[in-house]
């Protein structure tokens, strides 16, 4: 389980738009990582807004935010352009990267189990180091979805 002060792992997938994408190619710079459950769902849409509607907080202090989760390029590119979403939507069709970041695991809903995205954001260093997570089982806190940005916000403000 991966846990703050963890490494975070390195992985390559390419983006909504078939632009290849390292983690690795991003130490130097703060990373906000946010896995959300399925494209064009409620939940989905206020989190990924709330980190949209931000976005110039996070550009202004070199932040750079990356939304992960399953779902084909069709499906990723008809969810950053009906949000308007600034940043990149990575793929994950398979849910490895997921499984690598422990994010793939048992849900409950109305009463039935079954595996699916635990909602999860990783705030990592500039040295690739996990500095904070929400959700999970590790998370400081749950995920608010329509807050989400104001999380991630006052977690670095408290750290500058």
Known sequence: M?????????????TESGDKFKLSDYRGEKVVLY????????GCQAESCSLRDSYEVFESNDIRVFGIGPGSEKTHQSFKSKNNL?????????????E???????????GKEYMG??????LIDEDGTVEGIFGGPEGIQKVKTKEHADQVIGFWELKL
């Open 2 to 14: 991966l846990k703050v002060g963890d490494k975070a792992p390195d992985f390559e997938t390419t």
């Open 35 to 42: 896995w959300y459950v399925k494209d064009n769902t409620k």
């Open 86 to 98: 600034p940043f990149p939507l990575l793929m994950d069709e398979n849910n490895e990267i997921a």
């Open 100 to 110: 690598l970041y422990d994010v793939w695991g048992k849900k409950k809903m109305y």
């Open 117 to 122: 995205i635990v909602r999860t954001t990783f």
